[in-house]
């Protein structure tokens, strides 16, 4: 089926195949930063913004994107241009390990930080509550969206 | 080198070499990189602990349109082998067979099959007819080696290649016994003795990417492999094990890996895609599901008997150690995982006898494997909270009973000589050593004693405990690392290394110690890791080695290179080499004169005496020097739920040199939440039919963000004159403190010990119960 949406900023038609759940189609179409981590929701590796709310794009069919604003790790920032200011404090604070939950947290944090720019260490840590990281133990990541959050404002 | 001495770009937290790539989600992980055409595995996996194949069908499958090859015991090459990326020759037991005619446990594997997707692939699984004759299995390692026990390996072609104890028809995978002085004498004649038992259990790794490989047949007979691996070579040996083909044929590719902590020491699935690869030309991609990677090796459940004594005034006298080790249905890491128990753990304390003694045995259970701490996790449990019982029946404070017992610099214990990879060890004095000052840093950042007791009637109870830890750092006269060094035009430089980056940092580390000694910047130096056709050897990454030995290794590689450069800056300016100096990109004279590296680096290429800089060093070591550290855990213990909240955790760590100070909290911090995680919520469960009942995220917990507390790493600066610029290693150590640091710190607060692990609630309510009706 057909399906409309605006990827990033820019509007995509793409075709979906029949059964295929959003993150399968992302990844066909080289968004590769959207990571397989369980297939049950349960990871967070998958996130996506969705009209900018964080989601899990394994539990979504590709139907579920129609008319929808999708944001990945490729749209937070210009092809050629500086680094979204959370993926710079994560490079900067040594919260990036592997890197495979990395953009799942980078989106969470940002959807965080849209709606609220001053979040306390607790509201930064109930909002990547569903992003699971086994390399950092949260530390440098909690730190690292203050960090943002803190320029952000500036 | 054995001076300290001031350095520029070690001892500095810069970024992650690949901290941005990774940030900004590019293609660099193994399933980003599929070609087109690729095909896609699945495996059928055993549903019974422990079956014969009466009858295996496979005709279905491979008549199903878009199924491009199937795999079983009947057309695969029966090679014995061990699945455990170890150097060879290997220490564990060759057991395993690419497809075997009896299945071992539930998880097994039967068949695999490669197809056009996914889903036909599942279809083709579901297609395949299975007839088996049940045999009885045994779950409980207690009971392996009771008589008339069934006899799980019972093959005639499992072996060992090294000479150690190997007892298959007893269910006996490695037996280890060893005594220094008279520990029965020692524990009879001193003031005090203690007596206790301690068991843990089952845990997963949970790399968030489970292990997944692309295998790609190439028009010149050649097989390319790229997967998520700690041990890329040891990948490729094994590999060319399997299919009987040399070595030469098969290249091997670490591309960005999501975690591994042990679990990818395994070669688990590369056997099966490059079988899949060779029989249909095609190249065949397989990612392990959320259920199996959850099943695909685990922690070795231990269950340890301790016994010491200690005088009225607190000095540690006799020690014994015995460990019974559940294996599972494969030996892999069998017996160096046990022989860690008592190497990585009883050289901590000063003893006068000492005896450990193990066995490790097959059950029908999953498979246990290597697992960050790698035995000394367990024993760590067993020993610390021992300490803990006895400072408190001598009435000494712990720490200050630590304080009196451990190792210092310039000591040794007889274990380091005893107990090796399997045979024996490799003595050595220790020799930085900074476990004092982690002690006295991290109790006086942590508030050891120095904070209001709760009243004892209150439901919410809380309580302060610690431990103290070592560790490794590489196997000593085992385990090698190679590194190459080549320089560019523009004095920069190409530095190539067998070393397994696996989110660690290995390759900023590395180019950190190569800028160093070559005095350029981190851009200067371009890393390629971990490709067996153009980089040299490397074990990989395990047993905590890579700073430490390959680190040397480069270190070795880039002084060659320095001298070098200093030779053809010599002949440029007419100068003996001994008065030129490497800085900030430069050649410097002692009389002012200098040359950038640019200017050297075409020289060589393209002017005069034209001659490739460029170098290879390996290293391997003669010792593996302890990093030590010490833990404190606050908990608040919920009498009537018996939940267990743990408020605050200090980990101070005696790393030697933190090159990367960063990176090197980053390695405690994880260690410390995966810790944390098997204290307190982490278990696999098996019903009793040997099936795992919570292989996923959600029924098997591992900590969020809302699961931790703060976690405060203190780094200790020491110099270990054996590491590069006095480094040691710091990986593994973290994940051993809070079994023990949080059970002794339960039983601060509410006056029980917890000698079975995890700490549930349920666990704790039974023990508060039980303390209760026996004070009545």
Redesign the interface.
């Known amino acids: 089926m057909d399906l409309q949406l605006t990827l990033n900023g820019k509007r995509v038609v793409w075709q979906a195949e029949p ?1 295929e759940n959003a993150l399968d189609l992302l ?1 066909r179409h ?11 929701g ?2 967070g ?1 998958c996130t996506i913004l969705l009209d900018g709310r964080s989601v899990r794009s394994c539990l979504l069919v590709a139907a579920q994107l129609q008319g929808r604003e999708v944001t ?3 749209g937070i ?1 210009e092809p050629a241009g500086p ?1 979204h200011p959370l ?1 710079t404090a ?5 919260a ?8 799942g947290m ?1 989106l969470s944090a940002k959807a965080l930080l849209a709606s609220n720019p001053s979040p306390s260490t607790e509201e ?3 909002a ?15 730190e690292a969206v203050q960090l943002a959050a803190g320029r952000m404002r500036d | 080198m054995s001076a300290e001495r001031k350095t520029r770009i070690v001892g500095r ?1 810069v ?2 070499s ?3 790539e ?8 193994c ?2 990189q599929l070609p087109p055409g690729c095909l896609h595995a699945r495996v059928l996996r055993s549903s019974y602990a422990h079956a014969r194949i009466v009858s295996l069908d496979v005709a279905p499958a491979e008549q199903l349109e878009g199924v491009a090859a199937v795999l079983h015991h009947g057309n695969v090459p029966r090679v014995m082998r061990t699945t455990a990326g170890q150097g060879a020759p290997e220490p564990s037991p060759y057991d395993f067979t690419t497809f075997d005619s009896k299945l071992r446990y539930v998880g097994d594997r039967v068949a695999a099959v490669a197809a056009e997707t996914p ?1 036909l692939a599942r279809q083709a699984l579901g297609l395949i007819q299975l007839e088996v004759e049940q045999l009885p299995a045994i779950i409980d390692a207690h009971k392996a080696q009771a008589p008339g026990a069934v006899v799980i390996h019972d093959e005639p072609d499992a072996r060992v290649v090294i000479p150690v104890t190997y007892e298959p028809q007893r269910n006996l995978v490695a037996h280890v016994d060893f005594q220094v002085g008279d520990v029965e004498k020692g524990l009879a004649a001193a003031d005090a003795s203690f007596d206790r038992e301690y068991s843990c259990h089952y845990a997963q ?6 292990h997944c490989a692309l295998a790609e047949p190439l028009a010149n007979g050649r097989l390319r492999i790229t997967t998520s691996t700690q041990v890329p070579f040891h990948v490729r040996r094994i590999v060319a094990q399997a299919l009987q083909w040399p070595v030469s044929r098969i290249r091997v590719i670490k591309p ?4 591994g ?1 042990g679990a990818k020491q395994e070669v688990l699935i590369e056997d099966l895609v490059a079988f899949l690869a060779v029989r249909s030309g095609r190249p065949v991609f397989l ?1 392990l ?2 259920a199996e990677e959850f099943n695909s090796r685990t922690r070795h459940p231990m269950h340890i008997r301790l016994r010491t004594s200690v005088s009225a005034k607190g000095e540690l006298k006799s020690v014994d150690m015995n460990v019974l080790s559940n294996t599972g249905a494969y030996g892999c890491h069998g017996l160096t995982v046990v022989c860690n128990c008592g190497s990585k753990v009883l050289p901590l304390y000063r003893w006068d006898d000492i005896r450990f003694w193990a066995d490790v045995v097959y059950t029908n259970g999953p498979v246990a494997g290597a697992y960050r701490g790698y035995g000394a996790t367990q024993a760590a449990f067993a020993m610390e909270v021992q300490m803990d019982e006895m400072a408190r029946a001598l009435g000494i404070d712990p720490v200050q009973f630590r304080l009196q017992n451990h190792i210092r610099s310039g000591e040794t214990s007889p274990v380091f000589q005893a107990l090796g990879e399997g045979g024996e060890g490799v003595a050595q004095n220790i020799g930085s050593n900074g476990l004092a000052k982690c002690l006295r840093q991290a109790a006086k950042e942590f508030g050891w004693r120095r904070r209001p007791r709760r009243q004892s009637k209150a439901i919410l109870r809380r309580g302060q405990g610690m431990a103290c830890l070592m560790q490794g750092s590489s196997i000593p006269e085992v385990d090698m690392g190679a590194a190459s060094i080549k320089m560019n035009e523009d004095g920069s430089f190409n530095l190539l290394v067998g070393a397994t980056d ?4 290995s390759d900023t580390i590395l180019a950190q110690i190569a800028a160093e000694v070559l005095g350029v910047e981190m851009a200067q130096i371009l890393v390629t890791s971990s490709d067996t056709d153009l980089t040299p050897f490397d074990v990989g990454a395990y047993a905590s080695s890579t700073t430490y030995l390959s680190g040397e290794a480069v270190r070795k590689a880039a002084k060659t290179v320095a001298g070098q450069i200093r030779k053809v800056a010599a002949n440029i300016l007419g100068l003996p080499v001994r008065k030129l100096s490497l800085a900030e990109g430069q050649v410097v004279a002692a009389d002012g004169q200098s040359l950038t590296l640019a200017r050297i680096g075409a020289s060589s290429l393209y002017e005069k005496d034209q001659n490739q800089i460029g170098a290879f060093a390996s290293h391997t070591t003669q010792k593996s020097p302890p990093p030590f550290s010490a833990h404190f855990a606050e908990v608040e213990v919920d009498t009537e739920t018996g939940l267990v909240r743990v408020l605050d955790y200090v980990a101070a760590v005696d790393c030697g040199t933190a090159i990367n100070p ?2 090197a ?2 390695q405690v ?6 810790g944390l995680g098997y204290a307190l919520i982490e278990e696999i469960k098996l019903d009793e039919r040997g099936r795992l009942r919570n292989g ?3 029924e098997y917990k ?5 699961d ?1 507390p ?2 405060r790493v203190i780094l200790v600066p020491t110099y270990e004159a054996s590491g590069p610029y006095g480094a040691k290693s710091v990986s593994e150590i973290g994940i051993n403190g809070p079994l023990p640091a949080i059970a002794n710190a339960i039983f601060d607060a509410v006056g029980v010990r917890l000698r079975q692990a995890p700490f549930t609630p349920e666990k704790i309510l039974a023990a508060l119960k039980a303390a209760e009706q026996e004070s009545s």
């Open positions: 059964g990844r080289s968004l590769s930063s959207v990571k397989w981590g369980c297939g049950e349960d990871c590796a990945t790790v490729e920032k680094p993926q994560f490079v900067e604070k040594g990036v390990q592997c890197g495979y939950c990395t953009p980078l930064v840590c109930r990547l509550d569903g992003n699971l990281c086994r390399c950092t133990g949260y530390q440098k990541i909690i | 937290s970024a992650k690949d901290g941005m990774l940030a900004c989600g590019a293609p660099l992980f399933e980003d889903e790794h949970a790399p968030i990417e489970p960005r890996i999501g975690g902590f990612r599901s959320r696996l989110g660690t940092g960063a990176l909290e980053g911090e994880g260690a410390v939440a995966n996923s995220f959600r591992i900590p969020s963000t809302l931790l703060k976690i």
